[in-house]
């Protein structure tokens, strides 16, 4: 179960997830989360569209 303030946090309307839920996630989910343990940063799109 998730807790609020230990796992996440909300910021305008999203649910941002803290660097120890992603610790207990176990693994690096390439979506370029905010408090990445892993340090992963999503590439940047030079096409200007949406990343496929």
């Known amino acids: ?17 803290t660097e120890q839920y992603h610790l207990k996630r176990g693994s690096c989910c390439k979506s370029g989360c905010r408090h990445c343990p892993w340090k992963y940063t999503r590439p940047k799109n030079t096409d200007g569209g949406q990343t496929k």
């Open 1 to 17: 179960m998730l807790k609020e303030g230990v796992d996440f946090y909300y910021e305008n309307g999203f649910m941002v997830f």
